[in-house]
T-cell receptor, first 114, second 111 residues
Framework: DGGITQSPKYLFRKEGQNVTLSCEQNLNHDAMYWYRQDPGQGLRLIYYSQIVNDFQKGDIAEGYSVSREKKESFPLTVTSAQKNPTAFYLC?????????????FGQGTRLTVV | RKEVEQDPGPFNVPEGATVAFNCTYSNSASQSFFWYRQDCRKEPKLLMSVYSSGNEDGRFTAQLNRASQYISLLIRDSKLSDSATYLCVVTPNSGNTPLVFGKGTRLSVIA
């Protein structure tokens, strides 16, 4: 089945540790995105990538890093510099870089810092 | 003014009711508009795109008013399964910019 897969679904991290969230898509989409959602809040853009080996900061990039070495993969690292990392992280992809193309989401990763 | 604004609700309506949500956007150059649905603790899923001429999909109708910079979603004959959060989504301009999401409007359909 074509789709976008995030793993793991739930992740617990100790304070001070870096952790990497996986996002893979087999839709042949050019663009991929990472959003963060806090309880009762909307989605906030962390990073996005519109082509392999290129990515841009979103609204809340501090404390996060990404890579886009392959078209299918866009992992997000939550570093120890991120002060409030507990949240629901959503990865999305869209067919191309043009405006007007809807995004499709993975099932999300719930990160909890303990 | 925020880029995309929605009434957070909740809208509590009985089954069979008609309910409408509005969403306003600040950037007059915005190009594309969507409604997404998000169930509790799940990912958002595309409900429908919003075209300049408006569009309808079964019980759902979406309208765009560029002059007043808002989009609307009308749900007729509400079902219990319509209970969710509805997210208004806008692409700011014709460049390579990602979607901007509103915070969503919560709908509860009550038996």
């Amino acid at each position: 089945d074509g789709g976008i897969t995030q793993s793991p679904k739930y992740l617990f991290r100790k304070e001070g540790q870096n952790v990497t969230l996986s996002c893979e898509q087999n839709l042949n989409h050019d663009a991929m995105y990472w959003y963060r959602q806090d309880p009762g809040q909307g989605l906030r853009l962390i990073y996005y990538s519109q082509i392999v080996n290129d990515f841009q900061k979103g609204d809340i990039a501090e404390g996060y890093s990404v890579s886009r070495e392959k078209k299918e993969s866009f992992p997000l690292t939550v570093t120890s510099a991120q002060k409030n990392p507990t949240a629901f992280y959503l990865c999305a992809s869209s067919a191309d870089r043009r405006a007007g193309t809807e995004a499709f989401f993975g099932q999300g990763t719930r990160l909890t810092v303990v | 003014r925020k880029e995309v604004e929605q009434d957070p609700g909740p809208f509590n309506v009985p089954e069979g009711a008609t309910v409408a949500f509005n969403c306003t956007y600040s950037n007059s150059a915005s190009q594309s508009f969507f409604w997404y649905r998000q169930d509790c603790r799940k990912e958002p899923k595309l409900l429908m795109s919003v075209y300049s001429s408006g569009n309808e999909d079964g019980r759902f109708t979406a309208q765009l008013n560029r002059a007043s910079q808002y989009i609307s979603l009308l749900i007729r004959d509400s079902k219990l399964s319509d209970s969710a959060t509805y997210l208004c989504v806008v692409t700011p301009n014709s460049g390579n910019t990602p979607l901007v999401f509103g915070k969503g409007t919560r709908l509860s359909v009550i038996a």
